[in-house]
């Protein structure tokens, strides 16, 4: 049965989307059809990270609206025949993004592929709760910063308020990302540790990506860091990342960070 996945957070430039791409194409490598979909109506920027803004004719506001079927504005990845692209619309205003037609949308997506990722806008506005409607998983990514923190917080409780799982009385499974991660300076106290951020959030990590310039290097060359011909760190905690949601049992690590720390701080977890 098709899972639907929404990247998520309160902040913007935390990295949801190239997460969305390399999630995406590490659930793809799985042989299972994946799809990444773009609901920054106005910005679009998933197909600029896929490598695939030239390939854009329709976009998910066309498919909404009637004037282009879903196979017309799926692009297939030329790399994975298992990944495709929806794009969003970079003329068009986040208001053409209506209930009706984004539930239509999913329907018709859960019927064709296993994973359905869905990238959201960074706050609390129409793109980003439509985003999250249909939600059965929340990636929700955040910087070790106290603002990017606060501001998932807040996006915590609008899955478990403004989803439709909500409505029916039920959860959406919610991970934690934690993106550009530095050790030595958490030690140091220039951003925050792991056991904090686990602490103000209280939901699972799902994974701690570097900081690296890999991921840089992979957005702007157009494609996601998990298909690089190098497994740098970045990648490898992506790979590990997507593992976990297709629940695979994979050890933590805490990069750069001691054994005994990662043990005291997920041992408690644990407990």
Excluded at 133 to 153: G, L, M
Excluded at 194 to 208: A, H, M, Q
Aim: contains cysteine; glycine residues 8%; neutral net charge.
């Amino acid at each position: 049965m098709a899972k639907v996945i929404v990247v998520t957070s309160g902040k913007g430039g935390v990295g949801k989307t190239t997460s969305t791409a390399a999630l995406g194409a590490a659930l793809a490598q799985r042989n299972e059809k994946t799809v990444v979909v773009d609901f920054d109506v106005g910005l679009r920027n998933l197909d600029l990270v896929m490598g695939a803004e030239r390939r854009v004719v329709y976009d998910l506001i066309n498919v909404i609206q009637g004037d282009a079927k879903l196979s017309q504005a799926l692009i297939r990845d030329k790399r994975l025949d298992t990944l495709h692209l929806l794009p969003a619309s970079q003329t068009r205003d986040k208001d053409n993004l209506t209930s009706e037609g984004v539930e239509k949308v999913m329907a018709e997506l859960r019927q064709q592929f296993d994973w359905i990722i869905c990238d959201s806008p960074a706050g609390i506005e129409r793109g980003a709760t439509l985003a999250m409607r249909h939600a059965d998983i929340a990636v929700v990514v955040t910087n070790p910063e106290v603002s990017s923190v606060r501001d998932s917080d807040r996006i915590i409780g609008l899955l478990d308020a403004k989803t439709a799982k909500a409505e029916r009385g039920e959860r959406v499974e919610k991970h934690l990302l934690l993106t550009r991660y530095d050790a030595v300076r958490a030690e140091r106290g220039d951003m925050l540790k792991v056991d904090d951020v686990l602490e103000i959030l209280s939901i699972p990590l799902l994974g701690i990506i570097p900081e690296s310039m890999d991921v840089l290097r992979a957005s702007n060359i157009g494609s996601p860091v998990t298909l690089a011909e190098g497994r740098g760190a970045a990648a490898i905690a992506y790979h590990d990342a997507a593992r976990r949601l297709a629940g695979e049992q994979v050890a933590m690590t805490i990069p750069g960070e001691k054994r005994g720390l990662f043990e005291k701080i997920f041992g408690r977890r644990a407990a």
